[in-house]
Antibody, heavy 121, light 106 residues
């Protein structure tokens, strides 16, 4: 069974940093594209970033480019999202998600439960 | 970036109704369009991928279709468990983008 468990969320001041992690199990982690998707309270889904299996290819939403960095540790089956220079508008539940199949980069089929990031003074 | 315009933003329906939700892409995306269902407090669930392919385990009352840059999600006979918010998402090119969502209410 595919399992994705996010951690690292919390309250941070504007301008601060936070590192999210997503522990994966139940599949061949290093073979799949992985994504971060966020959802502000009461709002819709917003795609944040994705990374390919070996970590050599990454993409970002314009709103986070230059501030967020996605990475992965395939030895530990863990996905990360380093978030710097956080803004109030980054407040959201952050989900990690897995690509639908090996090699599929744009569709996700398995999601974690999400971790809440609150940016406020 | 590709914009996804979803309509309506909300709708009221009854059990047994046929429900149609549409999504329009701002440019051609071939059939690279997915549909997700989200219930309150839960992670989204993939329903349809590649415009019309039913994800494993999803009831056959859900279907998807496309015509150019217009995409449709149809629920043939609405069930109580289908009351949720539905999102389209283009998988054609990064940055990936979601529609604004359609809340299906009783």
């Amino acid at each position: 069974e595919v399992q994705l468990v996010e951690s690292g969320g919390g309250l941070v001041q504007p301008g601060g940093s936070l590192r999210l992690s997503c522990a994966a199990s139940g599949f061949s982690f290093s073979s799949y594209w992985m994504h971060w998707v966020r959802q502000a309270p009461g709002k819709g889904l917003v795609w944040v970033s994705r990374i390919n299996g070996d970590g050599s290819n990454t993409n970002y939403a314009d709103s986070v480019k230059g501030r967020f960095t996605i990475s992965r540790d395939n030895a530990k089956n863990t996905l990360h999202l380093q978030m710097n220079n956080l803004r109030a508008e980054d407040t959201a539940v952050y989900y990690c998600a897995r690509g639908l199949r090996i090699g599929v980069s744009g569709t996700v089929d398995s999601w974690g439960q999400g971790t809440l990031v609150t940016v406020s003074s | 970036d590709i914009q996804m315009t979803q309509s309506p933003s909300s709708l009221s329906a009854s059990v047994g109704d046929r429900v149609t939700i549409t999504c329009r892409a701002s440019q051609g995306i071939t059939s690279s369009l997915n549909w997700y269902q989200q219930k309150p407090g839960k992670a989204p669930k993939l329903l349809i991928y590649a415009a019309s392919s039913l994800q494993s385990g999803v009831p056959s009352r859900f279907s998807g279709s496309d015509s150019g840059t217009d995409f449709t999600l149809t629920i043939s006979s609405l069930q109580p468990e289908d009351f949720a918010t539905y999102y389209c998402q283009q998988s054609y090119s990064a940055p990936l983008t979601f529609g604004g969502g359609t809340k299906v209410e009783i």
